[in-house]
């Protein structure tokens, strides 16, 4: 079993670049694909990166995804902020050796 | 369009037992890789997985609530029905249900898309 750490929150000026980090505790990053959610206030999550890098149509290509070996960790970049970037974002991944999905703890990123 | 929706109780006693429906559209859960799944947020807190079912019925759960969950298919109705049992005010949480689509033949590593709109399910006497 593993665990996905965020960081609690990260903010950010409009127009600038933020990256959020969803480090595995243990495991290798790269045994199983990360995702990334978008959950604004009151609403379901929403796929803004998938299998590590990939971007669903209709997510800007403002939003970037990566993950380094050195560090087992995932990150996702915005560039460009926007206001309506404002939101919790979850990394997730998968434990093959118990069919278990895993969400990171979350990062809610302030825009301002 | 694939549309998923979360239906049961908005209020459940402590020890009682929990049976939420997710209905869906826009898939079937008789094609092969397809996944249907559960996740539950608590207020103001993180999502959590709960538990899966497979095309071919196979039935995987949270670790750490497998000895209190169940989840079954009715693929002619395109729902999936997850109970809880045993519910604790800590169970109280926003319930998703969220398709799993197949990705090189599997669901098994994939991603949740769509999700449903949840279900907010409060635990109190």
């Known amino acids: 079993n593993f665990m996905l750490t965020q960081p609690h929150s990260v903010s950010e000026s409009p127009g600038k670049t933020v990256t959020i980090s969803c480090t595995r505790s243990?495991?290798?990053?790269?045994?199983?694909?990360v995702q990334w959610y978008q959950q604004r206030p009151g609403s379901a999550p929403t796929t803004v990166i998938y299998?590590?890098?990939?971007?669903p149509s209709g997510v800007p290509d403002r939003f970037s995804g990566s993950i380094d070996s050195s560090s087992n960790s995932a990150s996702l970049t915005i560039s460009g902020l926007k206001t309506e970037d404002e939101a919790d974002y979850y990394c997730?991944?998968?434990?093959?050796?118990?069919?278990?999905?895993?969400f990171g703890g979350g990062t809610k990123l302030t825009v301002l | 369009q694939v549309t998923l929706r979360e239906s049961g109780p908005a209020l459940v006693k402590p020890t009682q037992t929990l049976t939420l429906t997710c209905t869906f559209s826009?898939?079937?859960?008789?094609?092969?890789?397809?996944?249907v799944s559960w996740i539950r947020q608590p207020p103001g807190k993180a999502l959590e997985w709960l538990a899966l079912?497979?095309?071919?019925?196979?039935?995987y759960y949270s670790t750490s609530l497998k000895t209190r969950l169940t989840i079954s298919k009715d693929t002619s109705k395109n729902q999936v029905v997850l109970t809880m049992t045993n519910m604790d005010p800590v169970d109280t949480a926003t319930y998703y249900c969220?398709?799993?689509?197949?990705?090189?033949?599997?669901?098994?590593?994939?991603?949740?898309?769509?999700w449903g709109q949840g279900t907010l399910v409060t635990v109190s006497s």
């Open positions: 826009g898939f079937s859960l008789s094609t092969s890789g397809m996944c």
């Open positions: 243990s495991g290798s990053i790269a045994s199983n694909y």
């Open positions: 079912i497979d095309w071919d019925d196979d039935k």
């Open positions: 299998e590590d890098n990939q971007r």
């Open positions: 997730q991944s998968y434990d093959s050796s118990n069919r278990n999905w895993v």
């Open positions: 969220a398709r799993i689509p197949a990705s090189g033949g599997s669901c098994y590593g994939s991603w949740f898309d769509p």
